[in-house]
């Protein structure tokens, strides 16, 4: 019985183990930053920021900010607004990196 007790616990504690390893490995990256005007350094609000592989769009917020939160590779960032030019960022996500952009814009003229 002292046996089948033990052999029960480390079944429930190993698979307690390896799914937290595997949470772990499922690493995700917070991207963060600001879209700013290229003449006047302001915040510009609306600008729209695409992941184009993931089809994810996020819009900068009333102080230009913006977060996306992705798994670590390869992607390309697409930076536009109305008035403005856009703007592509390649970007590799490694787990050494900080990620923290400051996108400017300049204006169309």
């Known amino acids: 019985m002292k046996t089948a007790f033990t052999i029960i616990l480390f079944m429930l504690f190993g698979g307690v183990t390896e799914a937290q390893d595997i949470i772990r ?3 995700s990256f917070s991207i963060n930053g600001k879209v700013i ?3 006047t ?7 729209t920021l695409t992941i184009t592989s ?3 769009h996020h819009i900068s917020d009333k ?9 670590p590779g390869n992607y390309e960032l697409k930076i536009s607004k ?3 030019k856009s703007v592509t960022k390649n970007l590799k996500l ?3 990196d900080i990620h923290n952009l400051i996108v400017s814009l300049e204006p169309e003229h």
């Open 94 to 96: 490694t787990k050494k």
């Open 25 to 27: 490995n499922k690493e």
């Open 37 to 39: 005007h290229a003449d």
């Open 54 to 56: 993931l089809s994810e």
């Open 41 to 47: 350094q302001k915040e510009i609000v609306g600008a």
């Open 82 to 84: 109305d008035g403005f």
């Open 63 to 71: 102080t230009g900010n913006f977060e996306f939160t992705i798994s």
